[in-house]
Each structure stands twice: as structure tokens, then as C-alpha cells.
T-cell receptor
């Protein structure tokens, strides 16, 4: 089983904010990542955060990291139909190995 | 510049056949990774190369699976005597380097969807 856990589904209305949550287990992870997977496309790196940071903002994306609770979240502001995809949380469990969650399927409804 | 390129995009094969999956990393990327992704799951680590050296193959499920990167660029993942349980998406990623320096950000290709009948 995976050491990274995510909720499987999220439905959000267009224009609202989406929040995707993730918990991880390896307290020594140096980086945590969010990847986006669209049908027929590869895993697209959305953003990442270094473990000594609490927050990172990049345009419509905000990443929050709570190291004490090993909790990571991704907030997408003003969610658009193009944001419909599967979002994967991942942690670096070594210098080169990533451990992924099962992914959260985000559906944006009009 | 070009991203990570994988070929073929889709491969259908019969049980017992050998398959070879190819990965062409981003130019200049030293490190290359193979992952396998089952339907409804996240990718799982298979193996990792630094230049041409295979540094970790602990994720390869059994000895039917092998990988090489002879010139430190293109890599091939080979599955011998395929079985139905090998059906999955096989993803390749590359990074500038490995290690906790920020240069180990992994960029993924579109993957090869393998179906074993």
C-alpha cells in the first residue's frame, strides 16, 4: 500500500476554489510535490515545496505544508474546466525515489 | 525544449512475448527513472540510473524485468515472457541530477500503456 494518502474524488463548481489534501509518512522527506495527470498526457509537475517552507504560492496555486501533522494541501483558486484532472501528491523518500498517493480526481462542474 | 519522450505510446502483446519500452530523457538530464502505474493508483518506483549506471533496481518486480541505459541517455525497459499482470502504464522520468539539491525534480513522459492479452 501507499504511504501517501489522498481523498479519491473532489467535485467543485467552476469559479470556486478547490482544496486537495494529502498526508504523508516520511518525516525526512525533503521535497513534496503535486503532479497533474490529464487523459493521454504525462504527469505534469505542477509545483513542489521544500520541507523547510510552510507555504508556496504560484499564480492560482497555493501549497500549504504542516510538517508536524505531515499534511500537505493544494489550493486552486478560481477553478476552471481545464483543471479537471487527477492530482497526485508525492513525497521524496530518498534522494531519487518518489512515493505517490493514489491520486485525487477533480471534476469541475459548470 | 523537448520533454521526456517515450515509445511506443501503446503496446499490445500476447502473453509470453518479450517487450522493450524506450525512454528518451530531457537533453542534459543525468538521472533517469522508471515507474509503473496500475489503473487507479499512483506511479510506483521501479529503477533509477545516474548516467549509465543503474543505481537502484529494488523496485523491479522480478527477474523478468530489466533496464539499461548504455550510453547514459536513452534507456530501455525490457519485460521478458510477459504476463497479464504486467499490464500497466510504464512511466519514465528524468532530472538534472539526483540528491537533495533541488536538481532532482523529476519530469515525466507521457508513458507507455502496455496491455498483455
Amino acid at each position: 500500500g501507499e504511504d501517501v494518502e489522498q481523498s479519491l474524488f473532489l467535485s467543485v463548481r467552476e469559479g470556486d476554489s478547490s482544496v486537495i489534501n494529502c498526508t504523508y509518512t516520511d518525516s525526512s522527506s525533503t521535497y513534496l510535490y503535486w503532479y497533474k495527470q490529464e487523459p493521454g498526457a504525462g504527469l505534469q509537475l505542477l509545483t513542489y515545496i521544500f520541507s523547510n517552507m510552510d507555504m508556496k504560492q504560484d499564480q492560482r496555486l497555493t501549497v500549504l505544508l504542516n510538517k508536524k501533522d505531515k499534511h500537505l494541501s493544494l489550493r486552486i483558486a478560481d477553478t476552471q474546466t481545464g483543471d479537471s484532472a487527477i492530482y497526485f501528491c508525492a513525497e521524496s523518500i530518498s534522494d531519487y525515489k518518489l512515493s505517490f498517493g493514489a491520486g485525487t480526481t477533480v471534476t469541475v462542474r459548470a | 525544449g523537448a520533454g521526456v519522450s517515450q515509445s511506443p505510446r501503446y503496446k499490445v502483446t500476447k502473453r509470453g512475448q518479450d517487450v522493450a519500452l524506450r525512454c528518451d530523457p530531457i537533453s542534459g538530464h543525468v538521472s533517469l527513472y522508471w515507474y509503473r502505474q496500475a489503473l487507479g493508483q499512483g506511479p510506483e518506483f521501479l529503477t533509477y540510473f545516474n548516467y549509465e549506471a543503474q543505481q537502484d533496481k529494488s523496485g523491479l518486480p522480478n527477474d523478468r524485468f530489466s533496464a539499461e541505459r548504455p550510453e547514459g541517455s536513452i534507456s530501455t525497459l525490457t519485460i521478458q515472457r510477459t504476463e497479464q499482470r504486467d499490464s500497466a502504464m510504464y512511466r519514465c522520468a528524468s532530472s538534472l541530477a539526483s540528491g537533495g539539491t533541488g536538481k532532482n525534480i523529476q519530469y515525466f513522459g507521457a508513458g507507455t500503456r502496455l496491455s498483455v492479452l
